[in-house]
């Protein structure tokens, strides 16, 4: 088992930064992929950035690339999401994922844990 729980979300105005943390606990040399989904109201949730625990390599939802970074320290266990000049349409619930196995990493169904979410509210 791994738990996942995440913080740094909070109302921040358009064009303004958070970072968002997952800390890992458990079982987490199981871990193969590190990911961050965000689901608005009313909508399905949908993939942002993802990274390999191991070798560090990222990918991006096209919406947020060159916005936001996706980043880990392997020995806080740790996951950042840095997300820069902030969008109204941003605005969700941020959660964390864990994928104990290669393959797709935008794919929601493949990720083992979840995280309880943190809000992420832009104001314009």
């Known amino acids: 088992q791994v738990q996942l729980v995440e913080s740094g979300g909070g109302l921040v105005q358009t064009g303004g930064s958070l970072r968002l943390s997952c800390s890992a606990s458990?079982?987490?040399?199981?871990?193969?992929?590190m990911g961050w989904f965000r689901q608005a109201p009313g909508k399905e949730r949908e993939f942002v950035a993802a990274?390999?625990?191991?070798?560090?390599?990222?990918y991006y939802a096209d919406s947020v690339k060159g916005r936001f970074t996706i980043s880990r320290d392997n020995a806080k266990n740790t996951v950042y999401l840095e997300m820069n000049s902030l969008k109204p349409e941003d605005t969700a619930g941020y959660y964390c994922?864990?994928?104990?196995?290669?393959?797709?990493?935008?794919?929601?169904?493949?990720?083992?844990?979840w995280g309880q979410g943190t809000q992420v509210t832009v104001s314009s």
């Open positions: 994922a864990a994928d104990q196995a290669s393959g797709d990493p935008t794919l929601r169904y493949k990720y083992d844990y």
């Open positions: 458990g079982r987490t040399s199981n871990i193969y992929t």
């Open positions: 990274i390999r625990w191991s070798g560090g390599r990222t």
